[in-house]
């Protein structure tokens, strides 16, 4: 018995040993990493891991690149592989760009929009690919005002019957609370430099010069919008603004039927789409997916005030802040 307990012992303290020399490990290369991070060259793009999809005819190199956009765009929204999803998808469409062996790329989006910046961004990083190479974009069960944004810089548009797109606006919500500071007794008070300064302050009324303001840059940001819509889709502008550019949602077979994408299917037939305008009928269709990297794990330990934090994702319950431009359905204004 007394043998049992001092094996039992034994194995624990060689699993604690274990513990506190891994622990230590990790410590001294986040101390490393802080301590080198200002004399180390210029990291190179980073790599994302590929998954074959669907094997082509064996011997074959060729490549058609699977790159997912899903969820809220937003630039605040923590990525994978960079500082940000943006930068994650920037990233993406890069290697594929690069890629010899890449002769096509499938867009995959199922996205409701996000930030209008954030979409403009990763909307120019898939022009850049379209350059090279022909982009196909695939929308699943929802790729609406940021997402169809984003959508339109592709090649080739493809959707479901049952997809949600459109949405073709801008929005910019605020929150007014005056009344209930009223009851409350509380009083803004506020020192500023012009009078549009504190524009959109929930504590008081907006003044008909502030709604006049914020409206037009809405509808600059809207025209800016439907141009691209426009162009892309070969449509006359006025009539895109007469007719579905209201903020109306579409399914996918609505979407086809007024020429906003190219033809309805499945992913499958996005990846044949895909092969067929990559003159790559034997390619292997490949995913993007984040790389394991303990240099990740290091870099974030050696951040000042590094803390480990469970939170939900934004992209669960998406919140609008106030004052910052949106594509977005209006449905996700609280």
Do not use: W
Request: with cysteine; net charge positive; proline share 5%.
């Amino acid at each position: 018995m007394a043998n049992r307990k001092l094996g039992c012992l034994s194995i624990f303290l060689f699993v604690v040993l274990c513990a506190s020399v891994l622990f230590n490990f990790v410590l001294a290369a986040a101390a490393f990493h802080r301590l080198s991070g200002n004399t180390r060259e210029q990291e190179p793009t980073p790599r994302f891991r590929e998954t074959i999809v669907d094997r082509g005819r064996k011997g074959s190199a060729e490549k058609v690149a699977v790159i997912p956009l899903r969820g809220v765009i937003s630039s605040s929204l923590p990525g994978n592989v960079g500082d940000s999803m943006v930068d994650d998808m920037r990233y993406a469409l890069e290697q594929a760009r690069e890629d010899g062996n890449v002769r096509a790329i499938v867009l995959e989006i199922d996205s409701p929009g996000g930030e209008v910046t954030a979409s403009d961004v990763i909307y120019n990083a898939v022009l850049k690919a379209r350059a090279k190479k022909p982009v196909v974009v695939h929308m699943g069960s929802l790729a609406a005002s940021g997402g169809y944004y984003v959508a339109c810089a592709g090649k080739y548009l493809m959707a479901s019957d049952t997809t949600i797109t459109g949405s073709i606006g801008v929005i910019i919500q605020t929150l007014n609370y005056e009344q209930l500071f009223n009851k409350v007794g509380l009083a803004a008070v506020v020192f500023k430099s012009g009078k549009f300064k504190d524009m959109l302050n929930g504590a008081r009324p907006i003044t008909p010069e502030e709604r006049e303001y914020v409206q037009s840059f809405v509808m600059s940001t809207y025209d800016k919008f439907l141009g691209i819509v426009a162009k892309e889709r070969n449509l006359p502008a006025d009539t895109l603004r007469e007719t579905i550019a209201d903020g109306r949602i579409l399914s996918g077979r609505d979407a086809r039927e007024h020429m906003l994408i190219d033809g309805l299917g499945q992913l499958e037939d996005a990846f044949a789409k895909a092969k067929e305008l990559g003159n790559a009928a034997d390619a292997t269709v490949v995913k993007y997916g984040p790389p394991f990297a303990l240099s990740r794990l290091f870099r974030a330990l050696s951040q000042p005030g590094s803390k480990l934090e469970l939170t939900l994702p934004k992209q669960l319950v998406p919140q609008l802040e106030s004052g910052r431009a949106y594509f977005l359905p209006s449905y996700y204004a609280p």
